[in-house]
């Protein structure tokens, strides 16, 4: 059989329509991408607080809450 492939896809989907054997994706652009499977990456969202820190800790400027902003 043909090799494993990947193919990374950066755009906004407008519908994921599942098939036989996979789904067809839809862009934002228009396009659509036949795949076997379907990964939705959405990002990271902003860590929580840790338990047990007091409010005047967290209103701080020294605490950074999401080290990566």
């Given at each position: 059989?043909?090799?494993?492939?990947?193919?990374?896809?950066?755009?906004?989907?407008?519908?994921?329509?599942?098939?036989?054997?996979?789904?067809?994706?839809?862009?934002?652009?228009?396009e659509?991408?036949?795949?076997?499977?379907?990964?939705?990456?959405?990002?990271?969202?902003?860590?929580?607080?840790?338990?047990?820190?007091?409010?005047?800790?967290?209103?701080s400027?020294?605490?950074?809450?999401?080290?990566?902003?």
């Amino acid at each position: 059989g043909a090799p494993n492939t990947l193919e990374q896809v950066v755009a906004g989907v407008r519908s994921v329509e599942p098939g036989p054997g996979g789904a067809v994706v839809t862009t934002e652009f228009g396009e659509q991408v036949r795949a076997d499977r379907v990964v939705l990456a959405v990002g990271n969202y902003p860590p929580a607080h840790p338990p047990g820190i007091p409010e005047a800790f967290l209103a701080s400027p020294k605490y950074v809450r999401d080290p990566w902003k």
